[in-house]
């Protein structure tokens, strides 16, 4: 069984650049959501995707945004970066969306913002 | 309102038990998670507990659930030097979703 891989593992950018981060959901896995966590706080989380469609939001605007593709892979943009922005995003998947299958997580991207 | 406390911090002595205590403001929970993160790492998957169960044991760990006070703990049997990380507890509210509310993770240090 292959685990939720992300990539890269490290980026940096500079404020007003705009950044994609790409997940592989874990097999069998359909749904997938984005979190941010930045350092010595608990991940927050961005948004979910089921069905190549957003179907849950967390509180980040909408320079924030994301695909879901055939294979159920992912991928996280956000433009117009902000030194805020500086964080690990992690990716998790779980099956159908249901609520009832537990989320597993990738290692996550560190992005700097400079 | 959504909110997941922890406290900060956890030291204890190899061999010895650990418990780790969270509590939740949201009454509208479904599940319950814990979960591990060691430095530079993901998030790992230690554990999870239906609302409407009081307590679930796996190996050396035993999750209790106070579903009346909204609190969570997780206790760790024999603690070994690799249980140190920071250990967080996540709330899923509601189904069809996969947002968790975190708690902010406690540090668990254990030394010889």
């Known amino acids: 069984e292959t685990g939720v891989t992300q990539s890269p593992t490290h980026l940096i950018k500079t404020r007003g650049q705009q950044v994609t981060l790409r997940c592989s959901s874990q097999s069998g896995h359909n749904t997938v959501s984005w979190y941010q966590q930045a350092l010595g706080q608990g991940p927050q989380f961005i948004f979910q995707y089921y069905r190549e469609e957003e179907n849950g939001r967390g509180n980040f605007p909408p320079r924030f945004s994301g695909l879901q593709f055939p294979n159920y892979s992912s991928e996280l943009n956000v433009n117009a970066l902000e030194l805020d922005d500086s964080a690990l995003y992690l990716c998790a998947s779980s099956q159908e969306g249901t609520g009832n299958s537990p989320l597993h997580f990738g290692n996550g991207t560190r992005l700097t913002v400079t | ?112």
């Open chain 2, 1 to 112: 309102g959504e909110d997941v406390e922890q406290s900060l911090f956890l030291s204890v002595r190899e061999g010895d038990s650990s418990v780790i205590n969270c509590t939740y403001t949201d009454s509208s929970s479904t599940y319950l998670y814990w979960y591990k993160q060691e430095p530079g790492a993901g998030l790992q998957l230690l554990t999870y507990i239906f609302s409407n169960m009081d307590m679930k044991q796996d190996q050396r760990l035993t999750v209790l659930l106070n579903k009346k006070d909204k609190h969570l703990s997780l206790r760790i049997a024999d603690t070994q030097t690799g249980d140190s990380a920071i250990y967080f507890c996540a709330e899923r509210i509601g189904f069809n979703t996969d947002k968790l509310i975190f708690g902010t993770g406690t540090r668990l240090q254990v030394f010889p």
